[in-house]
Every structure is written in structure tokens, then in C-alpha cells.
């Protein structure tokens, strides 16, 4: 079935480590975004990428790094130098305005 | 000014009543609109999409879009306790959507 996987669904974070969360997605879509979303708010755009090897800043990009090596894959690190990291993050794909979310992963800084 | 604007609520309704939803945004030029649905601790799903002025149905959910007044509403007819949720308004402008905070819905048995 075509999807798109984040992985993990739980991630907790020492204060000052760098974690990846990871986004793949087979639907063939060439659009991917990563979003974060606090409880109580709606979602703010941390990064997109149109096409491979290209990517675009958010609204909310200060203290988050992506790549876009691969049209499948779309991975999000969270640095030391995001100073108030815990939220619900959320990947989505699109092609054209039609968009697919993933499940989402929950990080914690502990 | 934020691009999309949704009252937070919650908004209570009782089951079998109309639960009406209400978005506005800013860029008057834009053209595709959406309403997700959203449980607590999952990730969005989309409901409706709508792109022309007027009224769109799908089974107990209608959209309505007024691109003069910047006004995009969802509306729920015969409200369910599993329609209780939160409800996210999108707009999609030069490649990225767009999300309100979001109306909590509370449907009450």
C-alpha cells in the first residue's frame, strides 16, 4: 500500500543532542513537507521540498536541517540549537494540492 | 496577519444537530481550499477540498467558499460523538498549505 512512514513514533532528546526523525514516503509524490504542531495549535511549515536536492525554509526553520537525497525520503534533524523542541512532528507529501500526512512523531526533550 | 484564521472554540453542539465551522484568509488570491480532521495525538486527514464559489457536498459534510468575503465554512449535518475533533482549515498558495490553529468540536451525546 502506498503511504508514507515516519519513523520513530516516540523520540526523547537530551538537552544539546542532535535526533533525526526520518519521513519515507512510495507514493511518488515529488513534494514533501515537515511540520511541527504544538498542543492546542494548528501546524507551522518547518521545511518543504519541491524536487530532489532542493528545499525550501518555513516559516519556523531556525534550529531544524533537512536533505532531500532521495524523492522517497525527507529526514528532519532537530539540532541543539532548537531551544524548546518538544512537539508532535508531522511529514506530508503532496503532488499537486492532493496531500497525504504521515503518523507523525512525538519527541520529548528529557 | 496570519494567513488562515480559525476560532479555536471548542464549539459544543448537540448529536444530530448542524455543526458549523468557519475559516477566513488573507490572500485574496488564493484558490484551493481545505478541511481536515484531526483526533487527539494523530496526524490530520482530509474531509473536503474545495476551489470554486459556492457550496460542495460529500454525504453529512458540506464546503462553502466565498472568495469575495475570504470566507470558507464546514458544515456537519447530523453531528456525531465521532465527528468530536479538532478541525483544520488549509490553504494551498505557491506550493505550501497553509493551516489554521484549528476549532475543536465537541459533539455531545
Known amino acids: 500500500d502506498g503511504g508514507i512512514t515516519q519513523s520513530p513514533k516516540y523520540l526523547f532528546r537530551k538537552e544539546g543532542q542532535n535526533v533525526t526523525l526520518s519521513c519515507e514516503q512510495n507514493?511518488?509524490?515529488?513534494?514533501m513537507y515537515w511540520y511541527r504542531q504544538d498542543p492546542g495549535q494548528g501546524l507551522r511549515l518547518i521545511y518543504y521540498?519541491?524536487?530532489?536536492?532542493?528545499?525550501q525554509k518555513g516559516d519556523i526553520a531556525e534550529g531544524y536541517s533537512v536533505s532531500r537525497e532521495k524523492k522517497e525520503s525527507f529526514p528532519l534533524t532537530v539540532t541543539s540549537a532548537q531551544k524548546n523542541p518538544t512537539a508532535f512532528y508531522l511529514c506530508?507529501?503532496?503532488?499537486?494540492?492532493?496531500?497525504?500526512f504521515g503518523s507523525g512523531t512525538r519527541l520529548t526533550v528529557v | 496577519q496570519k494567513e488562515v484564521e480559525q476560532n479555536s472554540g471548542p464549539l459544543s453542539v448537540p448529536e444530530g444537530a448542524i455543526a458549523s465551522l468557519n475559516c477566513t484568509y488573507s490572500?485574496?488570491?488564493?484558490?484551493?481550499f481545505f478541511w481536515y480532521r484531526q483526533y487527539s495525538g494523530k496526524s490530520p486527514e482530509l474531509i473536503m477540498f474545495?476551489?470554486?464559489?459556492g457550496d460542495k457536498e460529500d454525504g453529512r459534510f458540506t464546503a462553502q467558499l466565498n472568495k469575495a468575503s475570504q470566507y470558507v465554512s464546514l458544515l456537519i449535518r447530523d453531528s456525531q460523538p465521532s465527528d468530536s475533533a479538532t478541525y483544520l482549515c488549509?490553504?494551498?498558495?505557491?506550493?505550501?498549505?497553509?493551516f489554521g490553529s484549528g476549532t475543536k468540536l465537541n459533539v455531545k451525546p
Open positions: 506530508a507529501s503532496s503532488m499537486g494540492t492532493s496531500d497525504t
Open positions: 507514493l511518488n509524490h515529488d513534494a
Open positions: 521540498s519541491q524536487i530532489v536536492n532542493d528545499f
Open positions: 490572500d485574496r488570491g488564493s484558490q484551493s
Open positions: 474545495i476551489y470554486s464559489n
Open positions: 488549509a490553504v494551498y498558495n505557491f506550493n505550501k498549505f497553509y
